[in-house]
C-alpha cells in the first residue's frame, strides 16, 4: 500500500527548507520531503566547482527566521551557504521528515479520492492530499547537442556535477559558455590549467562585485547590538530595489549602466581585438548581469584565450570550431546552466480530467502568482513561473511564496477541502497583465537568455519590484479559487 501523507514536499534546497519551516510553524506535520540527492541544501549541494559563490550578500541570501550573525564574509562561498541551509535543516526538525535519495517521476491526481498519487524512480508510490514541488528553476544541468560530445577521450565536467577528483594541473582545458558559473571557476581553473581555452557565445555585462570578509567587530555587533543585522539586512534589500529601474527599458537607469559597463570594459581590457569581443550589443539585464573584481584580468592572462567561432564539434582530443580550427583539450568543462524554461522537466503530472501538465504549458509555462495552474487541484509550485529576479534576493520571494502556500495548505487541512484550485479565468487575467508588463522590461529586448523560452514569452522573471510581489500575494484571493 502506498504511504498517505497530508502533504508530499518536493525538494529538498532552500525552497523546501523555507517551506517545512512555515508548515511546522502552522501545527502541520504530517509531510514528507522527497529529494532526489543524499541531503538537503538543493543547488548548493550539487554545485562544488572551484569558486562556487553567491551573487547577493550573504545576509539578504538567507532567510529572515533563521538570520546569521557569523556570515565570514559580505557574499558567501558555497561551503559557507551549504553549512547554513544544513543548519537551519536541523534547527528546525526537518530531518525527520526527508526521504533522501528518491526521486519523484510522475503525479497523477485521483479526483475519486481528491489525492495526489506520485510514483518514485525505484517503483514506490505515496499518496498526498496536497503537492508541493520546492524543484526551483536550476536543478536539473542543461548539456547542448554537439556533434562528438560523447566520443572525448578526456574528462568532461558540468559545473553542476563537478568531479573533484579530476585534476585540472598542466592540462589543455576547453570551458564551453562563460555566464555565471563560468565565471566563478574561471580564476582557479586558469591557475591550474597549462592552457585555458574559453567558448563563448554571448558577452556579458560585468559589474563589481563589492565583496570582503567581515571584520571581527562587525560580526560582534551583528550578533549582540539589538536590530543591528536586521536594519543592516534591510538596507541591503532597498539598495537592490533600487537597481530595478535599469531593467526598464530606455530608462535613464538603464542608459546609466549601460556607460557604466562600456567604461568598465574600455578601461579594463588592453587588446582591442579581446575588447571587442567581450563587448555586449544588448541591454544590461537582458541576459543576467554577472559580478566579477577579477574576469577581466584573467581573460589577459597568457594561458587563456577566447574563442567566438562557435563550435562545429568535438573531436577526442579538443574541439572544433566553426572556421574549422582544431583547438586541443584535455578536459572539457561544460558551464552551460540548467533546463530553466520547462519548469519540473523530469516529471509527468497529470491533473484534473487527465490533462498533462506539460501540454497545459506547452512551450511557455505559466502559473497564477508563480504558485498555482488551473486544473491542477492543490498542486501549489515554488519558485514557479515568473517568481526570478534580475535584481534582488530570491530569497526573499520564495519566503513569500512559501508563506502564501501554507495558508492555502492550512485551509485545505483544517477545512477537509477535497479540492482547491485556481480559476482559469483569474490565471488568465493576471498572466496577461503580468506579460503586459513584462513587455516594458530589458528582458523583452532581443537577446538570448535564460529569462524567456524560444517564442520570446518570459516565463522566470518577476515584473517590478520584489516588494511589489509580496503585495500581489498579501492581497486577499479567495475569490480567484475555487474549493470543493
Not at 530606455?250 to 569581443?277: E, Y
Not at 502564501?404 to 477535497?418: F, M, Q, R, T, W
Not at 508588463?437 to 522573471?461: E, F, H, M
Request: charged share 25%.
Amino acid at each position: 500500500m502506498p504511504e498517505r501523507v497530508d502533504t508530499l514536499l518536493i525538494g529538498a534546497g532552500m525552497s523546501g527548507i523555507a517551506m517545512g519551516y512555515h508548515l511546522k510553524q502552522r501545527g502541520l506535520e504530517d509531510f514528507i520531503i522527497a529529494e532526489k540527492s543524499d541531503g538537503f541544501g538543493g543547488v548548493w549541494r550539487d554545485n562544488r566547482y572551484p569558486g562556487a559563490g553567491c551573487d547577493v550578500p550573504s545576509h539578504l541570501y538567507s532567510f529572515s527566521f533563521a538570520l546569521k550573525s557569523d556570515w565570514s564574509r559580505k557574499y558567501a562561498l558555497r561551503d559557507e551557504i551549504l553549512e547554513y541551509f544544513e543548519t537551519c535543516a536541523e534547527r528546525f526538525g526537518l530531518g525527520s521528515h526527508l526521504r533522501a535519495g528518491i526521486a519523484v517521476r510522475s503525479l497523477t491526481f485521483d479526483e475519486g479520492e481528491g489525492r495526489w498519487q506520485a510514483r518514485f524512480a525505484d517503483g514506490r508510490q505515496t499518496s498526498a492530499r496536497v503537492v508541493i514541488s520546492a524543484v526551483g528553476q536550476l536543478s536539473e544541468p542543461f548539456t547542448p547537442e554537439i556533434d562528438g560530445l560523447s566520443d572525448f577521450a578526456g574528462p568532461v565536467l558540468h559545473t553542476a556535477r563537478w568531479d573533484r577528483s579530476v585534476k585540472l594541473g598542466g592540462q589543455c582545458v576547453a570551458l564551453i559558455g562563460n555566464a555565471a558559473s563560468a565565471i566563478q571557476l574561471l580564476p582557479e581553473v586558469s591557475e591550474r590549467a597549462r592552457e585555458l581555452t574559453v567558448f563563448q557565445r554571448t558577452p556579458n555585462w560585468i559589474i563589481s562585485k563589492p565583496d570582503r570578509a567581515f571584520t571581527s567587530v562587525e560580526k560582534w555587533a551583528f550578533a549582540h547590538i539589538p536590530g543591528w543585522q536586521r536594519l543592516y539586512r534591510w538596507g541591503s534589500f532597498l539598495i537592490h530595489e533600487l537597481r530595478y529601474p535599469a531593467l526598464v527599458r530606455g530608462s535613464l537607469a538603464s542608459r546609466f549602466t549601460r556607460w557604466t559597463g562600456r567604461r568598465k570594459i574600455n578601461k579594463g581590457i588592453k587588446d582591442p581585438d579581446l575588447r571587442a569581443k567581450l563587448m555586449p550589443d544588448y541591454s544590461p539585464g537582458c541576459k543576467r548581469i554577472l559580478l566579477s573584481n577579477d574576469y577581466f584580468e584573467v581573460m589577459q592572462r597568457e594561458n587563456v584565450r577566447l574563442v567566438t567561432d562557435g563550435i562545429a564539434r568535438v573531436l577526442p582530443d579538443g574541439v572544433e570550431t566553426a572556421s574549422g580550427e582544431i583547438v586541443p583539450a584535455d578536459t572539457l568543462i561544460m558551464a552551460t546552466g540548467f533546463v530553466t524554461t520547462e519548469f519540473l522537466p523530469t516529471l509527468e503530472v497529470t491533473g484534473a480530467d487527465g490533462r498533462c501538465l506539460r501540454d497545459v504549458w506547452g512551450a511557455s509555462p505559466r502559473a497564477y502568482k508563480g504558485v498555482a495552474v488551473a486544473g491542477f487541484p492543490k498542486l501549489f509550485l515554488l519558485y514557479g513561473p515568473n517568481t526570478n529576479l534580475g535584481h534582488n534576493s530570491i530569497i526573499f520571494m520564495v519566503e513569500r511564496q512559501a508563506e502564501y502556500v501554507a495558508d492555502k495548505v492550512s485551509l485545505i487541512i483544517d477545512g477537509g477541502l477535497k479540492s482547491l484550485s485556481v480559476r482559469p479565468d483569474a490565471e488568465s487575467r493576471y498572466n496577461a497583465e503580468l506579460q503586459t508588463r513584462l513587455s516594458k522590461t530589458v528582458w523583452a529586448g532581443d537577446c538570448p537568455s535564460w529569462y524567456k523560452t524560444a517564442d520570446g514569452v518570459i516565463t522566470q522573471n518577476w515584473e517590478g519590484l520584489a516588494y511589489r510581489f509580496a503585495r500581489t500575494l498579501k492581497r486577499n484571493d479567495d475569490g480567484d479559487w475555487e474549493a470543493v
